[in-house]
């Protein structure tokens, strides 16, 4: 019988072993390590072993604990970080009614806990060295962790937050970011005086000349070196604010003419006693053209590609392409050109290592609908056709309306203005200088905090009255942290950052004046996001944003958010915005804080992710334009940031379906974009979707469905996630995002 028992244990210690393994937790480094129910009884066991015999539980109590846990870990289908394991430690002790334990294992983690904060942030550099920090690896879909550059820029960011946390914001501030109540917006960039995204005054700078590093940068002459200094201002800026930036073809349309001039100098030299007609002349001089705008426009997409800024990554950087913008005949038929131009490259894509055209993650390009291009007899309408058989193809351009944002963007002289986003999605409020004209280019953003509406949602507990109660405890809440990041950059010098504040890409102010007088006024925002509108709405009378009840309270809960942040301005001459928050990594975090706090909830916290801003939940059946037309009305709601999008298939064969969604977005919505699918595996040449699927362990991951390739590094895949298309793979809340997304045609 002996022999029977012990072969028992053995075989039920085997499983025990075999089930742990299949599991993981993150550890507080970062570092993702197998889950070790040993490690539970062996901590457990010295909690019990502290209290006085009468008091302690029985092993069997203890390998009760551990299997609980065990099968709490396993429900999540996540990996859980140490402090949530401990919680559930702790509730599972309780249970047993070791309550004397129960304090002692509380104690013992406090204690530790105080000994911890002297060196995690030590941990957590050396865990980015080692490449074994998954947090930080998947935290950027546009940053490769293993290179260098970014290893130094994750490793300043680390002594940022550690700084920001202890230093510069405010306890409450912290805390509820570290509970997921909010989200403190890139933490690892705010100990320096750094702002977070702007509009780039291309214009001034080429026209007017400018400074990068020292170097006198004069006004081009030619349209080449007009795109070469443009690539040059783009790394210099990216490297001197951590948020996107926007640039406008339209800038660099006005030296195509001087190109076209210089040309057709040289060929009417050239032919000079050949009796050539001015008609050859011409023809020769717009061929040549073509091939420096050719050129031209080839380089700035391959520089944008190929640079790599400060940060360790490609500038996020988004190119504006508005016909309307042209401020003469000529100059539209020029700037039509290099749209054709940019259009017909970024079809073709880049080529990767093995030499395949793929899709490129940077520039982020947007066309602007007008209605000298929306018509199949508008002038320009071979462009929309064009961006069509792009978008279908390589995920851009987006499309922004002319005649909604006219509507939705009107300034204090009753004007409606189009311009572009600064980045993927974070749009300036209208602003007329003190010439009463409208000034876009050369204005910034300071920062973004985002509340956690599911969470304000969830703490109400289905009463509408504690909703709004809590509601208001947290705004202001946000206002305190968006204060701080005011504060922050208030007594900032130009010196900090020369190019842009000396030297034209947002203003030219003299060496040692300060930027103070443009935080106020208008001059530049803040941002207040907002994420899991969706989930919020449901968790209190459990209706979707879909339904009339639940559209109802949605739109009511933006009206009300719209209403802080004018309170705010009104208050203190500071442009506060609502923003659409384009949530990426914090999606996962703010979903692990949610079930942490509340446990799993049908519909609301039974993801590992959150849905963003206002959209509708991924897993929704809606079709396209049902979805457009719903999310227009939430939009318009949020000035400060907002894009919409459809999930397609590959539309490569239906650009007539591609065109009818242009044309729609054209007449019912501001800004949106259409998701398809573009990847690649280098090992089979496999150039369909690569797909997502469950290991052994639970872990989401991509396999080519050709060859079975799981190797990342083997992988080209294109997901827009944020507005931006990301290339580097995501975490695993992102990643169930990506996988559970519904087609809308």
Known sequence: MGTILCKLIGAAEKIQKERDSNMKIIKRSGAEVEFDSQKIITAVTKANNSVIPSERMTELQIRRIAEDVEIAVSNMNRSLGVEEIQDIVENQIMNQRAFEVARHYITYRYTR???????????????LIECNNEEVKQENSNKNPTIVSVQRDYMAGEVSKDITRRFLIPNDIAQAHEQGLIHFHDADYFAQHMHNCDLVNLEDMLQNGTVISGTMIEKPHSFSTACNIATQIIAQVASCQYGGQSISLTHLAPFVDVSRNKIREQVTEELKGLNASAEDIERITEKRLREEVKNGVQMVQYQVVTLMTTNGQAPFVTVFMYLNEARNPQEKKDLALIIEEMLKQRYEGVKNEKGVWITPAFPKLIYVLEEDNIHEDSEFYYLTQLAAKCTAKRLVPDYISEKIMIQNKVDKNGEGHCYTCMGCRSFLTPYVDE???????????QGVVTVNLVDIGLSAEKNLDRFWEIFDERMKLCHKALQARHERLTGTVSDVAPILWQHGALLRLKKGEKIDKYLHGGYSTLSLGYAGLWECVYSLIGKKLTEPQGKELG????????????????EEDIDYSLYGTPLESTTYKFAKCLQKRFGIIEGVTDKNYITNSYH????????AFSKLSLEAEFQALSPGGAISYVEVPNMQDNLEAVLSIIKYIYDHIMYAELNTKSDYCQVCGYDGEIEIKENE?????????SCGNQDQNKLNVARRTCGYI??????????????ERVLHL
Not at 114 to 121: E, G, Q
Not at 435 to 445: A, E, L, Q, S, V
Not at 555 to 570: D, F, G, P, S, V
Not at 616 to 623: A, L, M, P
């Open 726 to 739: 990301g290339t580097q793979f995501w975490n695993q809340g992102r990643t169930q995002e990506i996988k």
């Open 435 to 445: 010439n009463g004209k409208p000034k876009y280019y050369g204005r910034f953003n």
């Open 616 to 623: 509708v939940h991924v897993t929704e059946k809606i079709d």
């Open 697 to 705: 362990d639970g872990k989401l991951i991509w396999r080519c469905p």
């Open 555 to 570: 739109l009511q809960i933006m009206k009300k958010l719209n209403e802080y942040t004018a309170r705010w301005k009104a």
């Open 113 to 127: 806990e105080l000994v911890r904060k002297s060196n995690t942030t030590d941990e957590q550099i050396l865990s």
